[in-house]
């Protein structure tokens, strides 16, 4: 197994990192490894904002429910959809692209450019040894967080990446077996996933057991149901809808 | 710089792979290192295919506008966003979960957690000297691939990904300027993105006039201008909200 391999299943996101900035060199070799991940025919529907104004990076950590690793590490990057630069595109070239842009093909599109940049941003940077955490409770207060970066329309902030020198050493958490996630040619029934999910109950159950010395023991499924209880972030499609994306 | 930012800032995508298939011991590997990549609350919300069935690839690949790779290749993943067995979960745990998975907010949850799982696979395969092509043209007929596939609600095919042996070396295509993608605390002005997309569109254009001997000089804002000019896959929507996703 490669060098790459091992630190891909390596990953454990870290939320205790040192308040030390990276250096521009380090921050940009980051940046330009994002930017060479696949995107779209080529859109590069994404900008990338890095905070480092203190009182900013204060003001975010509020924002996304008072994670203090979003004030405190080495660099915070906040991802962001983005057709906002390809309107411009339009304007110089007189050609009418809203449309296309505020179709929900093309938010599929941008979170996923965005997504596979942020993604390379991670492993640049755990390659480096440092320690990475996705944040998605910027989403909490989206429109404050998108007034704060002074965002226009068409670019949405998705989530943070906090990343810096690692503080704390997390388990590594166990995924859904194979056969739980990965399907040949046909997608199965419900008597298979039954079977992969109790079997993966099981293994979370005893991996908290584990670390709490038996003061946890949570099924994996009651996880899950007990996050997708409540509707969280219902603002999230109005806010889609006045940014220009998500419209038909 | 080390080994692994070498291979991201080196990728490529590659239309021509070998038709042999890659071994079990790989297709696991790249599984694993694919579900080890962060995803929002531990929800893992996505599911990877395989598609081994030779009459199932060659209907893909005429779906997805006659791309021959989708064909011909080691291995040919699709990856799909997958509350399906969130709701499953809930049924084991008597909670209603469906008005939270339903959400716009719970599809880019799973839409990211896919794409940073899919990244993951990519970056694994290509450290493996294996070469990697996203496919969003099963996008185009998306109900046919999701039917084909024996896909129920709850799980969209968002894009493919043809891994193989490669049997051609792309050139790399440059990205947007750092200076383009990447802003500090405040988002730019116009003028500064008219400033960034010109010296791009330069860039652009001397790679075409090079490797076409003069016969092509396309501008990049041309290129995205000419691509947006129409709406694509208008279907995207009603698909969607037809499978549980982006309701309210």
């Known amino acids: 197994m ?3 391999v091992q630190l891909l299943l390596n990953h454990r996101s870290v939320r205790k990192l040192k308040d030390e ?5 380090v921050i940009r070799t980051l940046v330009e490894a994002a930017q060479m991940a696949s995107t779209s025919s080529f859109v590069q529907a994404y900008s990338i904002m890095g905070i480092t104004d203190r009182p900013k990076k204060e003001a975010l950590a509020k924002l996304a429910g008072n994670q203090p690793y979003v004030a405190e590490n080495g660099h915070f990057f906040v991802f962001c959809a983005d057709f906002h630069r390809h309107i411009q595109a339009g304007e ?3 050609t009418e692209v809203k449309p296309a842009v505020e179709s929900a093909e093309k938010m599929i599109v941008a979170v996923t450019d ?19 955490c996705y944040i998605g409770g ?5 429109a ?13 902030p998705l989530f943070g990446l906090a990343v810096g020198v690692p503080e704390a050493d997390p388990d590594r958490k166990p995924r859904l077996p194979v056969e ?10 419900a008597e298979v996933h039954a079977e992969q999910l109790k079997a993966y109950n099981d293994t979370i159950s005893a991996y908290y057991k584990e670390r709490t010395g038996g003061s946890r023991s949570d099924r994996w499924t009651e996880q899950v149901s007990g996050l997708l209880k409540d509707v969280k ?3 999230m499609k109005q806010f889609l809808e006045d940014k220009g994306y998500n419209r038909h």
């Not at 910027?138 to 989206?142: E, S």
């Open 138 to 142: 910027l989403r909490n207060n989206i």
């Open 92 to 94: 110089m070239e007189q």
């Open 180 to 189: 739980g996630v990965y399907f040949e040619n046909v997608y199965p029934d």
């Open 233 to 235: 972030r219902p603002h």
């Open 2 to 4: 490669n060098e790459t």
């Open 21 to 25: 900035p990276l250096s521009p060199d």
């Open 114 to 132: 965005a997504a596979l940049a942020a993604q390379n941003c991670s492993i640049a940077a755990e390659s480096m040894g440092l320690g990475i």
């Open 144 to 156: 404050e967080v998108s007034n704060l970066l002074q965002l226009p329309n068409y670019v949405i």
